[in-house]
């Protein structure tokens, strides 16, 4: 598969893109949560944040494979396509009840938001 520097940069800047939107998003989240003590849209930032990282280990594996298994060579539409349909089974995927990273990451976040009412709530020790 060959890659020229244009396609790879426009890829690194669109992966990058959607980090920053989706952890200031968390960011944001994570402080209502804190200042009004309630969970549950803490709940829904860490299924949000769960189905991230499932989508990424989905294009991680798909990268693995290469385009010539087929007849025919994938248009740009059908990749596209398969971006958003994998986007869509990691949702669902977490809606289902995920890999468990969500509850984790809740549960840690909700301890110290209940222990810790000084400090913020981005700073925890994780506990093996």
Same mark, same amino acid.
């Not at 952890?23 to 989240?29: A, E, R, V």
């Not at 990749?79 to 549960?107: H, N, P, R």
């Given at each position: 598969? $060959?890659?020229? &520097?244009?396609?790879?940069?426009?890829? @690194?800047?669109?992966?990058?893109?959607?980090? &920053? @939107?989706? +952890?200031?998003?968390?960011? $944001?989240?994570?402080?209502?949560?804190? %200042? #009004?003590?309630?969970?549950?849209?803490? *709940? $829904? !930032?860490?299924?949000?944040?769960?189905?991230?990282?499932?989508?990424? /280990? /989905? $294009?991680? /594996? *798909? +990268?693995?494979?290469?385009?010539?298994?087929?007849?025919? %060579?994938? #248009?740009? +539409?059908?990749? =596209?396509?398969?971006? =958003?349909?994998?986007?869509?089974?990691?949702?669902?995927? @977490?809606? !289902?009840?995920?890999?468990?990273?969500?509850? /984790?990451?809740?549960?840690?976040?909700?301890? #110290?938001?209940? #222990?810790?009412?000084?400090?913020?709530?981005?700073?925890?020790? =994780?506990?093996?």
């Amino acid at each position: 598969m $060959k890659i020229d &520097n244009i396609t790879a940069s426009a890829q @690194v800047q669109q992966a990058t893109q959607k980090e &920053n @939107v989706s +952890s200031s998003g968390f960011d $944001k989240i994570l402080e209502e949560a804190k %200042k #009004s003590g309630d969970t549950t849209e803490l *709940r $829904k !930032a860490t299924d949000e944040l769960e189905a991230i990282f499932i989508d990424m /280990m /989905m $294009k991680s /594996m *798909r +990268s693995t494979i290469t385009e010539t298994d087929g007849i025919f %060579k994938k #248009s740009e +539409s059908e990749k =596209m396509f398969q971006e =958003m349909l994998d986007e869509e089974y990691s949702k669902t995927m @977490v809606e !289902a009840g995920g890999i468990g990273i969500s509850d /984790m990451i809740f549960k840690q976040f909700e301890q #110290s938001m209940a #222990s810790e009412d000084d400090e913020p709530a981005t700073t925890f020790e =994780m506990k093996g």
